[in-house]
């Protein structure tokens, strides 16, 4: 499995508009509410991961495949954790982002198109993360920070390697790189304008740079 997860195929690339130079300044500006998000994101990619596995529960290649996912983020949530915890910051609630919701309607709602989708976005939402891991492991002012997420950066790759192959197995290329390209393009609309205030930025806050603008 690990040389099918690293095979050419799963390299695809996902997502239409790398982030912006504002979503980074952004987010060095806030590690901390950064961190928080990126504790309940890995919460979260667990969730989703389980979901799936309840949703079609007799599907033993899934399940072989989306266990180990959610065992390692939930790994993930438990380091982020401890990040928080040796910094005596407490674990709270943070409104999220419409970005979550806004790919979650792209979901259509009959089957094969909803399984589909669903792994779709989900592969959208890792690579993404895996992306503005890269940035925050490059550009963290804080060791601990580049350490952490320079860790996790592994791990996301290949997330959004395995759903691609959930997607591409089941459904062929065709299919899935249409699909791809049409749920990239809201991925990329729901991160596009401006953020509402400083203490909105998060991990998938907005801030992607417009096709043409030729601004970093
Ligand atoms: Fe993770
Ligand atoms: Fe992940």
């Known amino acids: 499995m690990t040389a099918l997860l690293t095979s050419p195929t799963a390299r695809v690339k996902w997502l239409a508009a790398p982030s912006s130079a504002a979503w ?7 590690p901390e509410l950064v961190l928080i998000d990126h504790a309940h994101c890995e ?13 079609y529960p007799s599907d033993a290649e899934l399940g072989a495949l989306l ?8 790994e993930h949530f438990e380091q982020v954790l401890q ?26 709602r009959g089957e094969p198109q909803r399984m589909l989708d669903s792994f779709l976005v989900a592969g959208l939402i890792e690579a993404r993360s ?8 490059a550009h963290s002012p804080d060791a601990a920070l580049r350490d952490l997420y320079g860790t996790l950066l592994a791990s996301e790759a290949r997330h959004f390697g395995l759903y691609w192959l959930l997607a591409e197995g089941r459904y062929g290329r065709e299919v899935t790189v249409a699909r791809l390209e049409e749920l990239a393009a809201v991925e990329v609309q729901a991160l596009s304008g401006e953020l509402a205030s400083v203490e909105a930025v998060r991990m998938h806050s907005v801030g992607v740079e417009r096709a043409g603008s030729g601004t970093p």
């Open 24 to 30: 980074l300044e952004q987010a060095l500006a806030h």
């Open 43 to 55: 919460r979260k990619a667990a969730g989703v991961a389980l979901q799936l596995m309840f949703r």
């Open 67 to 74: 266990s180990p996912l959610a065992r390692e983020e939930l």
């Open 83 to 108: 990040l928080l915890q040796g910094r005596g910051t407490p674990l709270r609630p943070l409104p999220a982002p419409a970005y979550g919701a806004t790919l979650t309607a792209a979901v259509r």
């Open 130 to 137: 895996h992306e503005r891991m890269a940035l925050l492991a």
